[in-house]
């Protein structure tokens, strides 16, 4: 109701300028009340009615108190970066009670904006490794790791289960140093696949896509993260420093 209600008033200051725009254009009112199929008398209704007294910004939709709330801070600063688990030490400092699952670990054919952000073929195969998030068990992420094959193919960045200390240190281990990352936030609706694994019918997501670089120019990784939209705040912060990537 409330949504329908903010698209009403919208219409109406929409009409309201196309009424004003055509009289001063020279049309009569007659004839836009014959083009509207209206009386004349209407016609003036209509260009009171939309005034800027009236005018008020369309209601955004009503949703249900969500299940749980988590914040996921854009740019991560450098101390939850280089921790154990970006998204555990999150949650922990949130007071939610976080959970994690490694869904797939593996080679698979990139998708568009994939293969762009490591600079490979589209649809060529990459290294991924998907994990899945819980707060207070409610499903609130999913977040890929993508490696081109030339950096991850038969090293620990592909093998089985969590990478250990962090991945971060494996990344390192491996001679790569970074110069600078870029995040991408993206608002679309979900996959199917997404849809059923963060159960969000009908709702949306929010997609954040983190590129890192390494000092040779060479994208290192893409961490792309879903994000059940009405599961999360985004609170915006500062960089300072260096951080890690």
């Not at 819980?134 to 089985?160: C, H, K, M, Q």
């Not at 963060?198 to 993260?225: M, N, Y």
Request: with cysteine; hydrophobic share 40%; proline share 7%.
């Amino acid at each position: 109701m409330g949504t329908l209600q903010g698209q009403s008033v919208e219409l109406s200051r929409i009409r309201r300028a196309a009424i004003i725009e055509a009289q001063e254009s020279g049309l009569r009112q007659d004839d836009i009340a014959k083009r509207l199929g209206v009386s004349p008398g209407r016609v003036s209704q209509m260009k009171k009615a939309g005034g800027d007294a009236n005018h008020r910004a369309p209601t955004g939709p009503l949703h249900p108190r969500p299940r749980v709330l988590v914040e996921r801070a854009l740019p991560t600063p450098p101390s939850v970066r280089g921790s154990k688990s970006l998204y555990l030490t999150e949650a922990d400092r949130q007071g939610l009670t976080p959970a994690r699952k490694m869904l797939f670990v593996g080679a698979e054919p990139a998708n568009e904006h994939v293969a762009a952000a490591l600079r490979v073929d589209a649809e060529g195969d990459v290294i991924a490794r998907r994990k899945m998030f819980w707060a207070n068990d409610v499903p609130v992420r999913i977040a890929t790791s993508y490696f081109r094959t030339d950096v991850a193919e038969g090293t620990r960045l592909a093998g089985e289960g969590f990478v250990l200390p962090t991945l971060q240190d494996a990344i390192e281990d491996l001679g790569h140093h970074f110069s600078h990352a870029t995040e991408t936030l993206t608002a679309r609706p979900p996959t199917p696949y997404e849809a059923d694994l963060l159960d969000i019918p009908g709702e949306w997501v929010v997609q954040v896509l983190r590129v890192s670089v390494s000092t040779d120019d060479v994208p290192i990784h893409a961490l792309e993260t879903i994000c059940a939209a009405t599961r999360h705040t985004f609170p915006i912060g500062q960089a300072v420093g260096g951080d890690q990537f």
